[in-house]
């Protein structure tokens, strides 16, 4: 449970991933909105989420948010669409009450489909997600929330995140277990004209999958979304705003080891990183 006193210290804002995938979003974040501080938790340990059942999920992230809070994070983004597929309505809906209703977590699969009508103009959408993602149908029933007349098809891709935390994500490898999907997929519609990239890992595979898919198909990546999506949160909500200290600093965590840590973080952030090791 959250400190008390600490409730009313203002603090960082926590952006969580099951392991280096949600530096995509962060990176995006940071971009929109430098002057706030954050934290980065990578549960590196115990990658991939996009297999595991959604109890486990649940389990892990409720863990890793509340470690968030305790160091002092009144806001958590979890940057991970299994995570919001899987925990982020338990946690909003039960845990939160019990723990500090002031607190806050948000998703990345909301703002995400908020965008879809600005981009499909068939109305057809495809998406590749993680496994987890895909079995949870929250990509489905938020488009029926909102755009009932839009269309999507998904298809589960398990090998694209191995393939990027193992830095095989460009070689000539990859090839196969990208195109392999993008047949799939577009055998199962061809009339998708938009294609939700519904892993914050896949950004990173970006190169490979624009080889195999139509010049016409239009691809949506989360980060700048996902960013924007916060400042107007942050706009909207002064007194949230207010509990976000603003140095401009970032300092992250992972269960891992902090050298692995530092290696692959390199290759998303493009820069040299700092990690601190912490037990969940
Ligand atoms: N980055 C996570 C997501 O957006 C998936 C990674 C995993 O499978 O743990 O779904």
Redesign the pocket.
């Known amino acids: 449970m959250a400190n008390k006193d600490m409730s009313i210290v203002p603090g960082p804002i926590g952006v969580f991933?099951?392991?280096y995938?949600?530096l995509t979003i962060l990176d995006k974040i940071r971009n929109e909105l430098p002057e706030y501080d954050y934290i980065y938790l990578g549960d590196n340990a115990r990658?991939?989420?996009?297999?595991r059942s959604f109890d486990v999920v649940y389990q892990y992230t409720l863990e890793s948010v509340k470690k968030l809070f305790d160091m002092g994070c009144h806001l958590v983004i979890l940057g991970?669409?299994?995570?919001s597929a899987k925990a982020l309505r338990s946690i909003q809906q039960h845990d939160l009450p019990l723990i500090d209703k002031e607190r806050r977590v948000l998703g990345?699969i909301r703002p995400t489909v908020e965008v879809l009508d600005q981009v499909t103009v068939t109305k057809h959408v495809g998406m590749f997600?993680?496994p987890?993602?895909v079995k949870s149908d929250s990509y489905l029933l938020e488009i029926q929330k909102l755009f009932p007349d839009i269309r999507l098809t998904s298809e589960a891709c398990p090998m694209w995140?191995p393939l990027i935390e193992n830095n095989e994500h460009l070689s000539p490898g990859a090839d196969y277990f990208v195109k392999q999907h993008v047949d799939n997929l577009l055998n199962l519609d061809a009339k998708i004209d938009t294609i939700i990239l519904?892993?914050?890992?896949y950004p990173l595979i970006l190169p490979t999958l624009l080889k195999f898919l139509p010049k016409h198909i239009r691809v949506i990546t989360q980060g700048e979304i996902v960013a924007k999506s916060l400042r107007t949160y942050l706009d909207n909500h002064p007194k949230m705003r207010k509990k976000c200290t603003t140095k401009g600093s970032v300092v992250y965590y992972t269960t891992e080891t902090v050298e692995k840590f530092a290696s692959m973080a390199s290759i998303f952030l493009k820069e040299h990183v700092l990690a601190v090791n912490i037990q969940l």
């Open positions: 991933d099951s392991g995938g949600g990658t991939p989420y996009g297999t991970c669409n299994t995570a990345v997600a993680t987890g993602t995140v519904g892993c914050t890992h």
